[in-house]
């Protein structure tokens, strides 16, 4: 993943999107969707926070769609965020702010207080309910007033346990085949980070603060819409799913 020049940071963001699409093959019809929401709802130069940006997936097509956009990442992960640094140096479009977000005062990082949009993918799954409501709660008050928030994440409907079973059944099968056909899991990615002579230290420094996989909660999107309603939005829904995942919109 080097070259003689230094990192390819290209190289990492290919392999990580490749390695996140082996688990969500749908991923960029979700990214699209949301974009979408985000022109009908806010225009095309909207001040955008990426909440827990890791490489700044988000960020990327974000920018490419809306070249007039701003965005402001944030997340803890030493090693992503050396991915975003490097993928973003020189754009001036572009903030990236480590900050803990459950740490109460993470907002005063920020380098601004009200944004238009808030969008977040497969991140926040990490967190358990109670602390991710109060982090809807502190989303909420940056969001300028018709500004919209968006999460797309794994969203678990436990009252149908048998689809449940089945999706996940045909889905890990799918998996297993492309891992045959030479796909990379996240543990695998993760091994050739810490191999990397820039990535090795930010790596070591990144399992330090979550340890092989952060085991949070997975409540259903309904949960999401009713926690971000009375969290301070006045409109909440699913705007998008597969059989796995949901993308909830809320709109202050």
Wanted: hydrophobic fraction near 40%; glycine fraction near 6%; charge should be negative.
């Amino acid at each position: 993943m080097t070259t003689s020049a230094g990192t390819d940071w290209a190289a990492w963001q290919e392999s990580w999107d490749r390695q996140q699409e082996w688990y969500m093959p749908d991923r960029e019809e979700r990214f699209a969707v949301m974009l979408d929401l985000v022109e009908a709802l806010v225009g095309t130069a909207p001040r955008v926070l990426d909440l827990a940006c890791g490489t700044g997936s988000i960020t990327a097509r974000l920018l490419r769609r809306f070249p007039e956009a701003t965005s402001t990442g944030v997340d803890l992960d030493p090693a992503l965020l050396a991915i975003a640094h490097g993928t973003f140096e020189g754009d001036d479009r572009v903030s990236l702010v480590t900050a803990d977000l459950t740490d109460p005062d993470w907002r005063t990082r920020l380098p601004y207080d009200s944004y238009d949009a808030v969008l977040t993918a497969t991140a926040l799954h990490w967190l358990h309910t109670e602390p991710l409501a109060a982090l809807y709660g502190q989303v909420a008050e940056l969001v300028r007033d018709g500004g919209v928030f968006m999460n797309a994440d794994h969203m678990i409907d436990e009252t149908t346990p048998r689809i449940n079973a089945g999706e996940r059944a045909r889905r890990h099968a799918r998996m297993d085949q492309a891992k045959r056909e030479g796909a990379l899991d996240w543990a695998e990615w993760w091994q050739l980070a810490a191999q990397d002579p820039v990535l090795a230290e930010p790596t070591a420094r990144r399992f330090e603060i979550y340890g092989e996989h952060a085991d949070g909660d997975a409540p259903s999107a309904g949960w999401h819409a009713r926690t971000l309603l009375a969290r301070g939005f006045g409109e909440a829904r699913t705007v998008w799913a597969s059989p796995s995942d949901s993308l909830v919109l809320a709109v202050k």
